[in-house]
């Protein structure tokens, strides 16, 4: 194992309740590992805080002793973080409390809850949460990211829906930021990530919906490029009330995955309406036409929606890509379909358009950093490297899919990106704002996030 310079662990014992792992303690293996197996992280220790006052101190000693703090739930973005030399690694798992307000339909959570923690709960009072396809996912990771699920198109990105947030800032205070309390660290917070601080708690609107006309029609793998032509004509018919994906799946013949879909591959259109079953059946007939081999539309719940996506419910080593496109012409679907379609020989599991647009696209009132994703689609591909040679064939097929989105290219969705980016091309002009508010919250640059906002350029 390479070397790890170690942050000594006994002042930061004495300063919190939970446990402190240094890099040659047993349990340090297990406690760095991230979702993404190709991301070896290997921090100066890390604490698994136990409540706020903990993630104060350790943000207080990390300033003290110039340290960097990186906060962490599951791993699902760990690979932009770099090295974490000189870091402690927060894991903030233990801060999974959630309580839901059926009457003023609304949620707070610890900032190490996860989707799963609350939405099969809402969902039985038939409220939904702006979640995103994996129920593992870190609902503060995901929502200082933006946030785009099931519902985007019509009720936007999730970090649009929060009321108030409490962190411990760089500075090592605690303190909620609302749009009456410290409003630019609030608006900062909401798609600038974790630049300014240790989120401890989030507050956020729930929506009155009881059920969702939601499923997938999985059509033959060779059908593709008819499919995702047919799918792409279609979105264009579709109120904001739909929000799909068009896609080429290729299952492993793993024992997890069920057996209809186990070592088998498709195309496949998946989507959420939210209107009464029989209009979202008129608007699915031109799609059932092309004679789907499976079709699991129904009316279901909103806690359903977070399996429709499937995505691994464990780590696993992958490599990706992905681009916003300002469109997808026929030509774009083309291209995607000649680089790593039926008969390319292409590994990759997944190859997907998200449609975007609609609520997404457009500046809400009170918006906080991360405003709008440009664009109509949202494209992402991966492929599963369990071994160096499948790593280089999974890397050259992202590549030519890379090729083959490059025409339609308008920027990335940062929480889709898993390697360091440009933040000018996300935030544009206020990237400059994100500046001012890191050099008020967190001016030593205490905070290692995975995208990280500096003070300069
Ligand atoms: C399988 C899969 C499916 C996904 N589906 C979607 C999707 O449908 N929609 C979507 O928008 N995104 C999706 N994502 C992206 C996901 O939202 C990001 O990876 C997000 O960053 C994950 O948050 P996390 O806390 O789980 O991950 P982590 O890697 O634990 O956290 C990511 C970053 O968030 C910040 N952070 C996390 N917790 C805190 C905290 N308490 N305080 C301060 N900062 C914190 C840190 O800067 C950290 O580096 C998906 C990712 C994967 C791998």
């Known amino acids: 194992m390479p070397e790890v310079t170690t942050i000594d662990p006994a002042p930061l014992r004495n300063a919190v309740r939970g446990e402190v792992i240094a890099p040659d303690d047993a349990g340090y293996d297990a406690a760095r590992q991230a979702f993404n197996l190709?991301?070896?992280?290997?921090?100066?220790?890390i604490v698994k805080v136990a409540d706020a006052d903990d993630a104060a101190a350790v943000v207080r000693f990390a300033r003290e002793q110039g340290k960097r703090v990186a906060p962490q739930r599951t791993g699902h973005n760990a690979g932009p973080l770099g090295s974490l030399e000189d870091t402690i690694l927060v894991k903030m798992d233990a801060l999974n409390e959630v309580s839901i307000d059926a009457e003023a339909r609304s949620a707070r959570v610890g900032g190490g809850a996860q989707w799963q923690d609350l939405v099969p709960q809402a969902s039985g009072m038939g409220l939904a949460a702006l979640h995103g396809s994996a129920p593992d996912i870190g609902i503060a990771g995901y929502t200082l990211g933006g946030g785009m699920g099931w519902y985007a198109r019509k009720l936007g990105l999730a970090a649009n829906s929060v009321t108030a947030?409490?962190?411990?800032?760089?500075?090592?205070q605690l303190v909620r930021a609302d749009v009456q309390?410290?409003?630019?660290?609030?608006?900062?917070?909401?798609?600038?990530?974790g630049n300014f601080g240790v989120v401890t708690a989030l507050e956020f609107e729930l929506?009155?919906?009881?059920?969702?006309?939601?499923?997938?029609?999985?059509?033959a793998y060779e059908k593709s490029s008819e499919v995702l032509h047919a799918w792409r004509r279609w979105v264009d018919e579709v109120p904001d009330e739909v929000t799909s994906v068009g896609r080429m799946l290729q299952f492993p013949p793993f024992e997890e995955i069920p057996e209809p879909m186990r070592g088998q591959s498709f195309s496949?259109?998946?989507?959420?309406?939210?209107?009464?079953?029989?209009?979202?059946?008129?608007?699915?007939?031109?799609?059932?036409?092309?004679?789907?081999?499976m079709d699991t539309f129904a009316t279901v719940p909103p806690e359903v929606l977070s399996h429709l996506h499937m995505d691994p419910p464990m780590p696993v080593p992958y490599l990706s890509a992905h681009e916003l496109l300002a469109d997808a012409p026929a030509e774009a679907i083309d291209a995607i379909v000649e680089a790593v379609g039926p008969g390319t020989g292409s590994p990759l599991l997944s190859v997907e358009l998200r449609h975007t647009g609609g609520?997404?696209?457009?500046?809400?009132?009170?918006?906080?950093?991360?405003?709008?994703?440009?664009?109509?689609?949202l494209a992402f591909g991966v492929g599963?490297?369990?071994?160096?040679?499948?790593?280089?064939?999974?890397?050259?097929?992202?590549?030519?899919l890379s090729e083959a989105l490059a025409p339609h290219a308008c920027g990335r969705y940062l929480n889709f990106v898993e390697e360091a980016y440009d933040l000018e091309v996300v935030f544009g002009d206020d990237l400059?704002?994100?500046?001012?508010?890191?050099?008020k919250y967190d001016p030593d640059g205490v905070m290692h996030a995975n995208h990280p906002v500096t003070t300069t350029p």
């Open 38 to 45: 190709m991301v070896d992280q290997r921090p100066g220790a």
């Open 432 to 439: 400059e704002r994100l500046r001012a508010a890191k050099g």
């Open 268 to 293: 496949a259109v998946e989507a959420a309406c939210l209107m009464p079953e029989d209009d979202a059946a008129a608007l699915l007939a031109p799609l059932r036409e092309l004679g789907p081999a």
């Open 181 to 193: 309390n410290e409003p630019e660290l609030f608006w900062a917070l909401r798609g600038g990530g």
């Open 359 to 377: 609520a997404l696209e457009r500046v809400g009132d009170g918006h906080g950093a991360l405003a709008r994703v440009p664009g109509s689609f």
């Open 165 to 172: 947030i409490e962190v411990v800032t760089g500075t090592g």
């Open 384 to 400: 599963a490297t369990p071994e160096p040679p499948a790593a280089a064939a999974v890397e050259q097929s992202l590549v030519k």
């Open 207 to 219: 929506y009155p919906i009881d059920s969702v006309y939601a499923g997938v029609l999985f059509f």
